[in-house]
């Protein structure tokens, strides 16, 4: 009787075991579907929060699209266009067997189990155990504590880079920001060509992608490498908010997306992390047809999360700045010491005082580390210059060489990118009425304040006017493309300026008429500083015409222009300039233009352009005039 007694209680206990285990299982397997059904309910494909991370945007038509075109990027086959499927899709991912370490969707998209946890309230326990070292090892390197928006100003001979960039900064514990990380969008882009360049960037030729790297890496590239002084701003983000931030980062690296020049760039795509670490912000909404660096940095300061700007120089602006305190001599005298041949022991006493030598030794100091930037100097023929002099600037003690250098006006300080002018003039006697648009960038008369000095880069440049006498409506011009760099050159850097030009231009034929024909114009040159602290530039071109009044419909064309640019005040800005072109193909005209512009800063916003000019066509005289009312928008 007790032996029955205790087997069945032993096989009543074994049920009920079996039971419960069933049960567990049973509950087990369906979790997923349980998180899908209160997924659906909450209508989480719908929320802004699983839009940005997937970087989605209404189509033109109905639906929506991601802006990544990386099938990486997606779980779901239709994840692109289908935010519910790629949301599906993600949590029964998230559920999958165990993978290899960093390959299971749990490593891969962090941002998105943050926010899917923080919507569904996912136990944890549930989630299958996973090796995810490499983004450990990541979280605990970065530590993530504030970020930074960092904008480098543009380079002025380098297409890829005269519009500016923006990149992201994570600061941790560290004391010394070099060793932060940033966050870089980017093209895959090595052309040199301005108008290969501009071209491929205009049609989504290139793809962008996303990295996590040191800062100190940005910074040498940058403010070393390139000499593009660089603007910091601090953003207004919680440690929490920050902490989103990076996950995001994390699950977008190696994650590319079809980069396009004049929108979805560096900064629009670098907006989607800013509407992470906040989703209450509209950042990437309120951008418009055409996004820019600088558009990035307004739209941001707008929204109240950036605080005021930190200026860190290049080492260009250096080197500029500490030979600014010395003759020639002593300019050639630190030169002499970086190429190696003279000895830092050579500066006597007798030939400068201590503070002069100081100001030599430093600025040699500082040539020496550009040939090695410059890859033109070995590690050990560097460290054997470099310490040479180092010895004898320590023996010279502090002195009073501070360098501090003034920081210039701020990207945000400038006008905004697309221009509207509205004015009038004459020409050849008959008086017009004109309409200018500029839809992106900068112009060399435009006010240079946040901007490059003698940098110009246009799209779709248009000029229309009305003459009243005639009740005639005109295009005067319209440049596709127009980019223009005159870099100057000095005793240490020595770039060569160039030009490229293609678009409609109203020109005058040999018979003196007017005509509208397609215009090809390229050149290369050099460029100067001016005793009036301005830039001195000459090119020499070639033009190419193309249109039916032509011979042939197509000429060519050598020639020359000269310019002189110069900053006469903050507010007041005037650009001379000579043009000759003889062509000898498809035509025999000769073609002499001069002109004088200016253009006056009214406010940050609004400037009143005044253009004189003058032009000899085989005999037939172009005088005009006009004036321009000019809104930056």
Not at 127 to 150: M, N, Y
Not at 383 to 406: C, F, P, T, V
Not at 585 to 591: A, L, N, P, Q, Y
Request: glycine share 8%; proline share 5%; hydrophobic share 40%.
């Amino acid at each position: 009787m007790t032996r029955s007694l205790l087997r069945h209680t032993f096989l009543a206990f074994a049920f009920v075991l079996c039971t419960a285990a069933a049960s567990v299982a049973e509950d087990a397997a369906t979790y997923p579907d349980q998180l899908l059904c209160k997924a659906r309910e909450a209508h989480l494909a719908e929320q802004r929060g699983w839009h940005i991370l997937l970087h989605y945007k209404k189509k033109l038509t109905v639906g929506t699209i991601s802006r990544i075109s990386d099938p990486a990027f997606f779980l779901s086959r239709t994840g692109r266009t289908d935010p519910e499927a790629e949301l599906e899709a993600t949590i029964h991912a998230f559920f999958t067997p165990s993978a290899p370490d960093g390959e299971h969707p749990i490593c891969r998209f962090p941002a998105r189990l943050a926010w899917l946890s923080e919507q569904l309230h996912v136990d944890p326990a549930r989630l299958p155990a996973t090796a995810c070292s490499e983004q450990k090892e990541q979280l605990r390197t970065i530590d993530a504590r504030s970020a930074v928006l960092v904008f480098p100003v543009g380079h002025i001979n380098s297409p890829a880079s005269m519009f500016g960039h923006t990149l992201i900064r994570i600061d941790g514990s560290s004391k010394s920001s070099l060793i932060s990380y940033a966050v870089n969008y980017a093209a895959d882009a090595n052309d040199t060509n301005g108008f290969l360049y501009a071209f491929k960037g205009l049609s989504g030729f290139y793809k962008g992608y996303y990295s996590l790297l040191p800062y100190y890496e940005k910074v040498k590239e940058y403010a070393d490498l390139e000499h593009r002084d660089m603007w910091e701003y601090r953003l207004r983000l919680s440690r929490e908010e920050v902490e989103r931030l990076l996950l995001h980062a994390l699950e977008l690296q190696r994650i590319s997306s079809d980069y396009y020049f004049l929108d979805e760039n560096c900064s629009y795509n670098l907006l989607f992390l800013l509407e992470a670490a906040r989703p209450t912000l509209h950042l990437s909404d309120q951008t418009g047809v055409f996004v820019l660096p600088t558009n990035t940095i307004d739209i941001a300061r707008q929204s109240g999360i950036l605080e005021d700007a930190v200026y860190r120089p290049s080492q260009g602006r250096r080197i500029a700045q500490i030979a600014s305190l010395l003759d020639e001599q002593g300019q050639q005298a630190a030169l002499e010491l970086a190429q190696g041949k003279r000895e830092a022991k050579s500066l006597h006493a007798g030939d400068a005082g201590d503070e002069q030598r100081r100001e030599i030794l430093d600025l040699g100091a500082e040539l020496i580390q550009l040939r090695l930037s410059r890859k033109e100097l070995e590690p050990q023929d560097y460290n054997r210059l470099y310490l040479k002099i180092l010895a004898e600037r320590s023996a010279l003690g502090k002195g009073e060489a501070a360098y501090d250098i003034a920081p210039p006006p701020p990207p945000d300080a400038g006008h905004r990118t697309s221009t509207v002018g509205i004015g009038g003039g004459a020409r050849r006697g008959d008086g017009y009425i004109a309409v200018h648009l500029q839809p992106a960038f900068h112009g060399l008369l435009d006010p240079d304040q946040g901007y490059l000095a003698g940098a110009q880069i246009k799209f779709f440049d248009t000029l229309v006017d009305y003459v009243p006498e005639q009740e005639r409506l005109r295009l005067r011009t319209m440049h596709l493309l127009d980019i223009l760099s005159a870099a100057p050159r000095d005793r240490f850097f020595r770039p060569f300026s160039w030009k490229i030009a293609a678009g409609w231009d109203t020109e005058v034929m040999k018979d003196g008429r007017d005509s509208l024909i397609f215009r090809l114009n390229s050149g290369g040159g050099l460029a100067r500083r001016s005793p009036f602290g301005g830039i001195l530039y000459g090119f020499a071109e070639a033009d190419i015409n193309a249109g039916k009044r032509l011979r042939g419909s197509v000429a060519a064309a050598p020639g020359v222009s000269l310019g002189a640019l110069e900053q006469v005040r903050d507010w007041w800005k005037v650009q001379v300039l000579g043009e000759a072109f003889f062509y000898v193909v498809g035509d025999d005209r000769i073609s002499l233009k001069a002109s004088l512009a200016q253009n006056f800063r009214l406010a940050q916003h609004q400037s009143l352009a005044l253009v004189l000019s003058y032009g000899d066509v085989s005999g037939h005289a172009v005088p005009e005039a006009r004036v321009l009312l000019n809104c930056y928008f």
